[in-house]
């Protein structure tokens, strides 16, 4: 672990994004890791939410897969923190 906060929800449901526009472009995760030029234990990791990944690596993964990277966020959202409450992720159930 490199130090970063992991909320275990949200990478799950980042996870679950990321394979399901894997599976509707007809990608395997090897074919998927070759565009986004990730190694495909990458993508099985992100799609499992063993691993929450850094922004440059959220946009080759839309980029390759050919959707909006707020689409691979869908559901997921930061609440901002107030003075006496630190800010947390609120993940909507999935569809």
């Known amino acids: 672990m490199d130090g970063r906060l992991r909320n275990e929800e949200a990478a799950k449901r980042l996870g679950r994004n990321v394979f399901k526009a894997r599976r509707r472009a007809g990608f395997s995760q090897e074919e998927l890791g070759g565009l986004a030029g990730l190694h495909r234990t990458e993508i099985s990791m992100v799609e499992s939410g ?3 990944p850094r922004a440059d690596t959220l ?3 839309a980029s390759a897969l050919g959707v ?3 689409e691979l966020l869908d559901g997921i959202e930061w609440i901002i923190p107030a003075p006496k ?3 947390s992720f609120v993940v909507s159930p999935a569809a």
């Open 50 to 52: 063993d691993r929450l």
């Open 59 to 61: 946009l080759k993964l």
């Open 68 to 70: 909006r990277a707020d």
């Open 85 to 87: 409450r630190p800010g």
